[in-house]
């Protein structure tokens, strides 16, 4: 019906109609065709609350927005690695985005923390791929069950603000399909966002908003995206090239100019008309379907959603808490005594980035007044600001006056982090410290009171020198408007912290392996580390982290146990399921994430020493047990190759890794994968003895050739080393080379010729 319908209009459009309908009106809306009943209709920032701007447009979100609930910024969020949650709060962010009369609003931003430092981590959700595109899955369905579209973003690769809008990012497909492009795929196979945004910055050369192959050939056509491509706002180059490589809408509007190229190429026959027909009709469908919504959905009274979607932003914040260190059980607090609660985020809380992120929130929870709410008369709660939140400057005067509250107290709760002017996006961070008026108090307060505890709230990693002087601290993020409930409940037990670092804590900011190459010059970043970001890194060099991937306490214990597969050696394509049981074994009630990690046990090429392949989340009460079941798949197995240009099983032992982080595993199991032979390899001259002497047909004379070269290599006398250099050095004799080797004895370059073409048939 909608097919028939929208290429009829097309066929009534004009080139000039067609050719307007690619770019935005202004900042916000697209252009419809009054006469032909082709509506105007708002797309907004995104990701994690609506921006929707009345006035006074832009995409750094400096002007003002209407009221929406402020969800936990990307970080938060997967923390929580709890997909059913991320569908309920892709929910409200639909359900206000229909309420607002907005069609589609812009994220998940789904790209990979390459380097803690980059500025825009707070919106981002993980440095692991899995992980990332489980979290955007949830974060899409949910928004576009409401009947409103999502726009997955920046695709692809950028992963920093530095020269954001001109950078070359430059990387091998390896490491694309491996860590940079999983995500996006994942995404759009599970979820099929109505609109996908391309990045500003080039990839391999190429603007991403008119790199064919990652628009039109991996995108549309690998992995089926149905809707449309949208720029980065003003992230166009050339506008026809654009067009050709399959990039169909511009945003914001270019008044004009670019349409009008793009009627002038068709004139002049250097672009195909129906290229032009192609991108309108994706529009139109996206068009449509929001019409559609608001035909057939009623209406939704906005302050009521808005009261509504409160208490899902706190239910929210409650699971994306990760509680980092709780030496003998400091937390949960007592409600009982005098607590000082220092720093001025208790009473103006850090809780989203800067950007064009940043929404105008609803309500807004502080800590402080949330805490005097919980605990009335049972406890009393001092006040000192400690530093002046719009200042990094150590304040003395403050400092004495948060000393003196910390002395009158029995215990201190620390409200520290990172401020706007530290990350934001549009610039990267320089260092992993944070205000030295914030680090200061820590100093001066643990010196004092012991009983100390830190609650942090940033949007990436952080140094902590101080960490071996506070007995506890727990990781909030950026956690959105409900923030301060949410903070009180876990500080003081009525909740049990449960999120898990979905990235790296790194000890130093030297140790990422990103962090001679970045942010790259003022043109190029070349990602030369290749796949080994985040914990894949950390784990290849063996090194100490401050926090690993993964790592989240809890108020109780769990215990692992009875970790099953389903098979001890399967087949490539058969896929694996892997059984563990899970119990609570302290004394209340908490939720534990599992997380399932596969190494390869032998491999031809480089890989990590585990990777994420499946995660869950579990509710327990004291005492209980529950079995979880996870599904692998062949992907679980495979890497991307990098010549045969596929992702490829090789047969062997694969460990399944259950842990609950990446450093903290506590089970291990063994399958053995049979992988179908490689067909496709091709042998050359160069192709080395090693390499063929297991093949079915050539296999023998290559063993021959082996042994006859051993033999005649050898001396009865060779010791053990010289005689393990020998084999590894004839194993390593390409093919060419035996040639001369044996005096053409054993093989000649006829003998060769035939050996190839039996190799490669
Ligand atoms: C950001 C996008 C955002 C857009 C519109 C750009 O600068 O990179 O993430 O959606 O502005 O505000």
Known sequence: MMKEKIEKLISEMTLEEKAGLCSGKDFWNLKGVERLGVPEVMVTDGPHGLRKQREGADHLGLNASVPATCFPSGAGLAASWDRELLGEVGKALGRETRAYDVAVILGPGVNIKRNPLCGRNFEYFSEDPYLAGEMAVGHINGVQSEGVGTSLKHFAANNQEANRMSVDTVVDERTLREIYLPAFETAVKKAQPWTVMCAYNKLNGTYASEHKWLLTDILKEEWGHEGLVVTDWGAINERVDALEAGLELEMPASSGINDAKIVAAVKAGEMDEAVLDRSVYRILHMIFKYVKTKEEREALDVEKVLAEDHEVAMKTALETFVLLKNEENQLPLKKEGTIAFIGAFAEKPRYQGGGSSHINPSRMDSALTEARNLLGDSAEILYAPGYDPASSDVDEALIEEAKEAARKADKAVLFIGLTDSFESEG????????????????????????????VLSNGSPIE???????PAVLETYLGGQAWGGAVVRLLFGDANPSGKLPETFPLRLQDNTSH??????ENTVEYREGIFVGYRGHDALEQEVLFPFGHGLSYTSFEYSDLKLS?????ENDGLKVELTVTNTGSVAGKEIVQ????????????????????????????ESRTLSFELDRRSFAFWHPRLSGWRVESGDFTILAGAS?????????VRVNAAPWTDVVYQRSTRLGQIKDHPVVGEKAKEMISFMSAQFSAPDMEEAERLMMESMIAEMPLKSVISFTAGQLLNEEQLVQMLETLNS
Do not use: C
Request: hydrophobic share 35%; charged share 30%.
């Open 427 to 454: 610039f990267d961070r320089t260092h992993l410290g944070i205000p030295e008026s914030h680090s200061r108090l820590v100093e001066e307060i643990s010196a004092i009171n012991p009983d100390v505890t830190v």
């Open 464 to 470: 902590m020198p101080w960490l071996n002087k506070v």
């Open 516 to 521: 001679l190459n970045f942010p790259g010059d």
């Open 567 to 571: 098979a001890s050696e399967i087949d």
């Open 596 to 623: 399932i990690y596969v190494r390869d046990e032998e491999s031809s090429v480089q890989r990590p020493v585990k990777e994420l392949k499946q995660f869950g989340k579990v509710e327990l009460q004291p005492g």
């Open 662 to 670: 990446s450093r903290d595993i506590r089970q291990t199991a063994t």
